[in-house]
């Protein structure tokens, strides 16, 4: 056995020495195969950490939700259809929510304005978001001031700040009570912008759900199981941004290959002929060329995995940023926790390293007909 | 030059290696000490009843994607082409 | 002992361009001693070397090494046994660029595993005796001709083998050179070697270290020694 490592660590020896030949070659090689690794595996570690987190967080989002749509756009629901709704079999209860999207032009950005189901903010109080306080630079007592729907102004007195760490969620949120959320708005008494329905059994959400759709049939539905299943799909292959990305890394491994693959150069040529004129079979060859080629590709996976690891997860995946920030103002300060898909990275890890590897090889093969006696002319 | 070059890049690959070992024992560490901030985010979910995570604010319909309907993106316009960045992340919702 | 039977070896066979370099060669080597292959170019001599050290197989008629026949052997035997018989010279040297004179001498070992240590030693050793020591860590295309040549020498003795062969290994090298190249012949011999030649210097040919000169003409031996 000690032999075969022996043997191991004399062509590595060989096969470094190789590649520090074409230093310049192989640094940049290296460099440009660990970048792609790198954006890969930063997109993979992001997108499975945040629908992890997606998942957790959203998992006591309300039962039942139901909009009303007039002409395919939403329209504000009435307190008739919430008593409809208490009236059908199996809601254990039902309550209309008031919630909605508030423009401050001194941020120029969007707020998601909102009643709280309880413990809403006393009148003229409001709590926001973490990151609503970070884009008006505001503090506990401070004062914003809006303008309603007819002009005038009304003003906030902020109660409290909710805590920066459920960024995530609540960022751009502005709580209010329901009189000054009705009177910034003009929404009269008893109107809602959809209703939230509980209901007795858990396993009955379907047949309720088509209660109050025969019920109702001027509204739309939407359960707990499909706000979920939003955020299963985000940063999927198939969406724009990220197929572009997996398209270009693909394409790059590719020519990578394909350029090791395609052959050898007459150096390359000359040197397996000397290798072989010594006394090196074609297997030994072939060892040394695995190992080039591996030498290559684990230094890039390892390399290119540990920064991803860090981007995400240590840094905030600041390269993201733009992406994900767009158009908006307001981008909530978070961290996402570090759950990783092994699966996924050893994925990474066998396409990353094999291929490669192999590539190296190929052409090996087809020389492998060198005859040795042809560098004695 | 004393130390081999193979031995130069075994240590190497086995620092690496061990640096990318640590990342996963950090995982696991992070994932078990942020559980409870996880845990209150969740609860901040259900007593305010929110629907969505505040990711993408650029518009209504990337704000509160599990809201918005199929016709939410054209609402301005009924030829629209996306001019958001997030909406070239999310996809449109599947009806169930 | 090394024996040829009737030895055949064409290039490009079946094709317009088939041409015989060796036509029928009868030898009969023994061990130990210095034997020089002399001729015109064509004649075949450095096909012949190649034949005797198993860097190819000839197109008909037999081979054999101390009784073992080898013209038939699959390449891997062939090439266990190159390794360990025979240690090569080439006439353009054909060491490798871009590495030291000291790995070049220990690069025919390494696919035998062994511990690495001993092996620098071996390959420090043999550059001392050539003279090259110094020049140990010097990178191959730095080397003059005669320098180059020593190191080449080095690494056709790191496997020990019972046979040296070297094609044309005056052509590249003045007189003093040759004359230094033939004292390494010479103590070659000293070891027990067995060293073969080819050379159409008549400085090799006809230098005392020599102990036996076959003439070689179109493929065929031409009178012997």
Redesign the interface.
């Known amino acids: 056995m000690s032999g075969w490592f022996s043997r191991q660590r004399s062509l590595l020896d060989f096969a470094v020495s190789s590649l520090a030949r074409r230093k310049g070659k192989t640094l940049g090689l290296l460099a440009v195969y660990g970048l792609i690794v790198f954006v890969l595996a930063s997109a993979m570690l992001f997108s499975h950490a945040l629908r992890h987190e997606a998942k957790q967080v959203l998992a006591g989002t309300p039962e039942v939700l139901v909009q009303r749509l007039i002409a395919g756009r939403h329209d504000l629901i009435p307190d008739t259809h919430l008593a409809a709704i208490r009236a059908i079999r199996g809601v254990k209860s039902a309550q209309g929510r008031l919630w909605g999207y508030l423009f401050d032009p001194a941020a120029a950005a969007n707020y998601t304005l909102m009643v709280p189901p309880a413990d809403a903010p006393a009148a003229g109080q409001a709590v926001i978001g973490a990151g609503v306080a970070a884009v008006r630079d505001a503090a506990i007592g401070d004062v914003m001031s809006f303008r309603a729907h007819d002009g005038a102004l009304v003003s906030f007195t902020i109660q409290a700040i909710i805590e920066p760490e459920s960024a995530l969620v609540s960022a751009d949120l502005f709580l209010v009570a329901e009189a000054d959320y009705r009177r910034l708005f003009g929404i009269p008494d008893g109107r809602f912008t959809d209703i939230v329905v509980t209901v007795r059994n858990p396993r009955e959400v379907r047949t309720v759900a088509e209660k109050i759709d025969a019920a109702l049939p001027d509204t739309r539905i939407i359960l707990r199981d499909e706000i979920r299943r939003t955020y299963e799909s985000v940063f999927d292959w198939r969406e724009g941004m990220v197929l572009l990305l997996l398209s270009g890394a693909v394409l790059a491994f590719f020519i990578f290959a394909w350029e090791k693959a395609s052959g050898l150069s007459a150096e390359e040529r000359r040197e397996i002929g000397i290798l072989k004129a010594v006394g090196w079979e074609t297997a030994d060859v072939i060892a040394l060329k695995s190992l080039e080629g591996l030498v290559v590709s684990l230094a890039a996976f390892l390399l290119g995995y540990l920064l991803a690891w860090l981007h995400v997860f240590q840094w905030g995946a600041p390269l993201f940023e733009p992406v994900l920030k767009g158009w908006s103002v307001l981008y909530p300060d978070f961290r996402l926790t570090p759950h990783v898909d092994e699966l996924q990275v050893a994925t990474l890890f066998f396409f990353t390293v094999f291929p490669y590897t192999l590539a190296n090889v190929v052409p090996i093969w087809r020389a492998a007909t060198v005859d040795p006696d042809q560098v004695m002319r | 030059m004393t130390m081999r070059s193979s031995d130069m890049v075994l240590a190497a690959m086995l620092a690496a290696s061990v640096a990318v070992g640590a990342t996963w024992v950090a995982s696991a560490w992070r994932v078990r000490a942020e559980q409870p901030e996880v845990l209150r985010r969740a609860a901040l979910v259900e007593q305010l009843g929110l629907t969505d995570l505040a990711l993408f604010t650029e518009a209504r319909y990337t704000r509160h994607p599990s809201q918005s309907d199929r016709h939410a993106a054209f609402q301005d316009h009924p030829f629209a082409l996306e001019h958001f960045p997030s909406g070239s992340v999310l996809p449109p919702r599947r009806q169930p | 002992m090394i024996r040829l039977s009737q030895v055949k070896k064409a290039f490009n066979q079946g094709r317009h361009n088939e041409f015989w370099a060796l036509r029928g060669v009868d030898l009969h080597l023994e061990l130990g001693g210095v034997t020089v292959f002399r001729g015109p170019s064509g004649s075949g001599k450095?096909?012949l070397?190649?034949m005797v050290g198993c860097?190819?197989r000839p197109s008909s008629g037999r081979i054999s090494l101390g009784g073992r026949d080898i013209s038939a052997l699959p390449?891997?035997f062939l090439?266990d046994i190159?390794?360990s018989t025979f240690g090569?010279v080439?006439?353009s040297f054909?060491l490798?660029?871009?590495?030291t004179a000291l790995?070049n001498v220990m690069?025919?070992?390494?696919?035998?595993?062994?511990?690495?240590g001993a092996l620098k030693r071996r390959a420090l050793a043999l550059l001392e005796r050539l003279e090259m020591a110094d020049k140990a860590q010097s990178l191959a295309e730095w080397l003059s001709g005669g320098e180059a040549q020593r190191v080449a020498i080095a690494?056709a003795l790191i496997?020990d083998p019972q046979v040296v062969i070297a094609?044309e290994p005056t052509a590249n090298l003045d007189s003093e050179r040759s004359a230094q190249f033939l004292d390494i012949v010479a103590g070659l011999k000293r070891d027990g070697k067995t060293v073969l030649m080819t050379s159409h210097d008549p400085l090799v040919a006809e230098a005392p270290v020599v102990d036996r000169v076959v003439g070689l003409r179109d493929g065929l031996i031409d009178g012997g020694g």
């Open positions: 450095t096909t070397l190649t860097l190819a390449e891997r090439t190159r390794r090569f080439f006439q054909n490798l660029k871009g590495i790995e690069i025919p070992a390494y696919p035998l595993g062994g511990d690495h690494r496997n094609d």
